[in-house]
């Protein structure tokens, strides 16, 4: 069974640093774009970043010059350096990734992990 997990969320004050992780794991061919997103209760999900295969990225304005996204093939696991947090930033994170296996093309979420700004 493929499936991602995040990790690395948790509590930090305003201006802090977090560093969340995305494992992806089974039978994978072959992982192509990857992306973390985030949520706010009553809102819809919400694209911070994108990294495709190759390395190119795209970050939403708001995380420009703060976040970084990164990827380790070898490993399938994906990273969110997440530098000077704002409390908005305080949201469920997610990663997604189109992952193809041996006989078929997926798109999978991870369970989302918590990220709280707040002193």
């Known amino acids: 069974q493929v499936q991602l997990v995040e990790s690395g969320g948790g509590l930090v004050q305003p201006g802090g640093s977090l560093r969340l992780s995305c494992a992806a794991s089974g039978s994978i061919f072959s992982i192509n774009a990857m992306r973390w997103y985030r949520q706010t209760p009553g809102n819809q999900r919400e694209l911070v970043a994108r990294i495709t295969s190759g390395g190119s990225t795209h970050y939403t304005d708001s995380v420009k010059g703060r976040f970084t996204i990164s990827r380790d093939n070898a490993k399938n696991t994906m990273y969110l350096q997440m530098n000077t947090l704002k409390p908005e930033d305080t949201a469920v994170y997610f990663c997604?990734?189109?992952?193809?296996?041996?006989?078929?093309?997926?798109?999978?979420w991870g369970q989302g992990t918590l990220v709280t700004v707040s002193s």
């Open positions: 997604n990734a189109d992952i193809r296996t041996h006989d078929r093309y997926l798109e999978l």
